[in-house]
């Protein structure tokens, strides 16, 4: 961008705040210069705060920490063209942007620093997303009507201050469901703290979470205020409480019922109006039976009941999440990935994912190390997932008949065993499993006739034959 001296300072601040487009440039030492109206309104922050503070506070997007394309413009003296990125705003919202830099030039030729523009794509992805079947709720994404039922319910769950119980395998994702529903709360202004129960044992759990009073303990020389007064008005999350000790069970229970806890050593109660969450990956209800859980604790903690479902459950996600988490590596490791090979695909949606999402996450990490550019194959799989593909292998060698399924071969699969499950389970009635499907019902049908599926002449509701219906 060249400042031409003629053109009057009045004219360029109009069309700067006219444009639709995040506009802001920084001098040589990364402090922002100007900012527009149009940033104001996707960044969520005032111009006046904004100028003079260094970018990254700011514009806080991913490709901040390791792939600035306004450092390598300014590096490598080139301008970088709508470079798809995000950015957190003023609200702690994600914002999907796309972002083009340019070197500061003014008449004379002498670089002033550089220029930074950016378009919010919110709406456009929100777009992509209903075309794709996506659901979103803060960082989760999903295709699963499981999922989907969870995010329909969460902005009402939000509302409420009442104790919610997330249930879960590990590795699912409880963390991120318990901050979804703090930032959809009116609490979202205040602190979102977490602690892993499980890891601290009983007495440095109850100093980390009420704090203590100076003498308490050995070595506590001053006060230090605990995790519920750091979160006051805000929201805590107790992950893992099914592995708490029954002691810690009965002073949690007191702070639940009285709203109020004593730190160690001290003789005078703290009221308080943090909002409690819980998680685990463990049976409460067994746990009760067995007399390792207090049925009491439980049923104060369980108001609000939310069961995420393992991966294995929404494999149908896959997909998704190894697009998300591909796209996530290639800004943190500059790597130029496209994507999977049908093959990867295969032998990654054959696989049940004991670990869930985290353990897809690590497999993509690791693929990233192994796969420097172009597509992640089976090569670049972990050899615990690569076993499948060598016993396929053999099997096609052995048999010269069979070919390697392509993705859209074991999409149609999927769908197909999807479908066929859904109809049985609603004694073929097409209506209720579509429902089930989360689809339309014409959209069944359609499916049906495409994959081509033998099904019995009369619908299990109506009666009515397939045929017919259309």
């Not at 705003?89 to 004379?108: D, M, Y």
Request: include cysteine; charge should be negative.
């Amino acid at each position: 961008m060249t400042v031409d001296n003629n053109f009057s300072d009045s004219a360029q601040k109009v069309i700067l705040e006219s444009i639709s487009d995040g506009v802001f440039t920084v001098d040589h030492n990364w402090r922002i210069m100007s900012f527009n109206r149009a940033a104001e309104e996707i960044t969520g922050i005032s111009r006046q705060e904004a100028i003079g503070r260094y970018c990254w506070e700011v514009f806080r997007a991913n490709m901040c920490e390791s792939n600035c394309a306004l450092k390598r413009t300014m590096q490598e003296g080139k301008s970088f063209i709508s470079s798809s990125t995000y950015i957190i705003n003023g609200r702690e919202e994600r914002v999907p942007i796309t972002v083009s830099t340019a070197q500061l030039v003014n008449a004379e030729g002498e670089i002033l620093g550089g220029v930074e523009t950016f378009r919010d794509h919110s709406l456009v992805e929100e777009l992509r997303r209903e075309l794709s079947g996506q659901y979103q709720m803060g960082d989760m994404v999903s295709r699963s009507q499981a999922m989907n039922k969870i995010f329909t319910i969460l902005p009402q769950l939000a509302e409420s201050d009442s104790t919610v119980l997330i249930q879960g395998e590990t590795g699912t994702g409880k963390e991120l469901l318990a901050r979804a529903i703090h930032s959809l709360s009116k609490r979202k202004e205040n602190s979102f703290i977490a602690i892993n129960c499980g890891a601290l044992p009983d007495n440095l759990l109850e100093s980390e979470l009420f704090g203590y009073k100076a003498g308490a303990f050995t070595g506590a020389e001053k006060d230090k205020p605990g995790l519920f007064a750091a979160a006051e008005s805000g929201t805590i999350l107790l992950d893992e409480i099914g592995d708490t000790s029954a002691a810690f069970q009965v002073r949690l229970l007191r702070v639940l019922e009285e709203r109020e806890f004593q730190p160690l050593g001290g003789v005078e109660t703290v009221p308080t109006s943090v909002r409690v969450i819980a998680a685990t990956n463990r049976d409460l209800e067994d746990m009760i039976d067995t007399g390792d859980f207090r049925r009491d604790l439980y049923y104060r903690i369980n108001i609000l009941r939310l069961r995420l479902p393992p991966l294995r459950e929404r494999l149908e996600d896959v997909p998704l999440l190894i697009e998300r988490f591909i796209e996530r590596m290639k800004l943190r490791s500059g790597l130029e990935i496209r994507g999977v090979t049908p093959e990867a695909m295969t032998l990654l949606l054959n696989h049940d994912y004991p670990g869930n999402i985290r353990e897809l996450e690590n497999i993509i990490e690791h693929c990233f190390v192994l796969c420097r550019s172009g597509e992640i194959s089976p090569d670049h799989l972990p050899p615990y997932l690569r076993k499948p593909a060598e016993h396929v292998k053999k099997q096609s060698c052995q048999q010269p008949g069979l070919r390697k399924a392509s993705l859209s071969e074991t999409v149609n699969s999927t769908e197909e065993e999807a479908i066929l499950a859904a109809l049985e389970r609603n004694s073929m009635n097409r209506t209720k499993a579509a429902a089930e499907l989360g689809m339309h019902k014409s959209t069944l049908y359609r499916k049906i006739r495409k994959l081509n599926l033998a099904l019995p002449e009369q619908d299990g509701r109506t009666g009515h034959s397939l045929v017919s219906s259309q």
